[in-house]
């Protein structure tokens, strides 16, 4: 991506770069959740610490004098622990810095929105403006899904983790809204994620238009047009596949999916060799566990060890290699939502 002092730390990671790199990370990002310019850190135990400390940064490159500045946050581990008292202190910081430098006293707050985040942990406070707005899952591709889909960024490190390339035939055998066929699509394709959605940023003034038209244009000229790649998708739900092929096409994938009605037990190849990657259903309730647990079974029947062919099937269960009937090659933890899963690669 071109971006300088990449680092990563502990739920996040820090680059450096210019309004092209911000535009383009945000286009691009397959994995991240939003992208956050940050304009300081410091550290602060008491109010008026954390006051001066916010204060002191130059919000007036960022925010206009009609622009909305909202505030939101946490605080973890720290002297300075109540998130209301923070949002308050750090708001009234930025209005008085504002007010100095515009030398007005209301803030109408009716233009772009520019959303301050910032964290304290181990009384450290790192702050932010969102560049982002919605969250980068949002592609803009999926208004409607299933009951429980699965996050697109979630599909995408997971077609990540199954090296999914433009050569490669991919099957989902419990597609639902296809939601990881798709993003295993884009990924072969190196269709970017962000091409058909908008950015909070875009509004902000000293951000030129024209780096935002520059990054589309870059990332439409690098999408991979002559691919080999082939997905199948099935379900036995067919109001799921309904969804899966309208996802798919507001992708600009759909030519490159198959989608049918079928049940896991008659699954059938269609190429000689293949990658299957799947969310199958969890169970909660003890009747939902025996019947995720049935398919678990079905699937170490189907998903036979054969050359050319390998399986990665996220569960949070800890019985599901049991269930199987095999022993995954390797195991990855991953976090579907709020639950603690597995992916379960067999490739060997």
């Given amino acids: 991506m071109d971006a300088l002092n990449v680092e990563a730390k502990n739920g996040r990671v820090d ?17 991240s959740e939003r992208i956050l310019i940050r304009l300081d850190e410091f550290s602060a135990v008491t109010f008026e610490q954390l006051f001066q400390g916010v204060k002191n940064l130059p919000w007036e490159d960022w925010i206009g004098k009609n622009d909305a500045f909202p505030v939101k946050g946490y605080t973890l581990n720290s002297k300075l622990f109540s998130i209301s008292d923070c949002q308050a202190i750090i ?8 007010r100095q430098k515009y030398g007005i006293s209301w803030f109408e707050e ?24 919605e969250g980068l899952h949002k592609r803009g591709y999926r208004p409607a899904a299933n009951t429980a889909p699965i996050k697109e960024t979630l599909a995408a490190a997971m077609a990540d983790l199954a090296r999914v390339r433009h050569y490669h035939t991919l099957y ?16 072969a394709l190196n269709i970017a994620p962000g091409l058909r959605r908008s950015f909070i940023s875009e509004r902000f003034e000293n951000i030129p238009s024209s780096v935002w038209r520059e990054e589309r244009e870059r990332a439409t000229d690098q999408v991979i047009r ?8 099935s379900d036995i739900d ?46 909660e309730r003890m009747l939902d566990i025996r019947a995720a647990e049935e398919i678990y079974r079905t699937m170490g029947k189907i998903f036979t060890r054969d050359r050319g062919w390998a399986y990665y099937i996220i569960s949070p269960d800890e019985d599901f290699e049991k269930c ?25």
């Fill in 15 to 31: 680059f450096e770069g210019d309004e092209n790199i911000l535009a383009r990370a945000n286009i691009c990002s397959r994995y």
């Fill in 91 to 98: 708001k009234k910081a930025v209005v008085e810095r504002l």
């Fill in 110 to 133: 009716s233009g772009a929105l520019h959303q301050i985040r910032f964290s304290i942990m181990k009384d450290t406070v790192t702050v932010f403006i969102d560049a982002s707005g």
């Fill in 172 to 187: 989902d055998v419990t597609c639902g809204s296809g939601t990881i066929l798709i993003e295993g699509a884009m990924k």
């Fill in 226 to 233: 002559d691919s080999e790649f082939t997905a199948y998708g």
């Fill in 238 to 283: 067919v109001h799921s596949l309904d969804i899966a092929r309208e996802n798919a096409r507001r992708a600009g994938v759909l030519q490159k999916i198959h989608f049918s009605k079928c049940d896991l037990k008659d699954f059938t190849r269609k190429s000689e060799k293949g990658t299957v990657i799947c969310n199958p259903p969890y169970g």
């Fill in 324 to 348: 199987f009937g095999r022993i995954a090659d390797k195991r990855r933890k991953l976090y579907n939502g709020m639950i603690k899963c597995q992916l379960y690669m067999y490739y060997k």
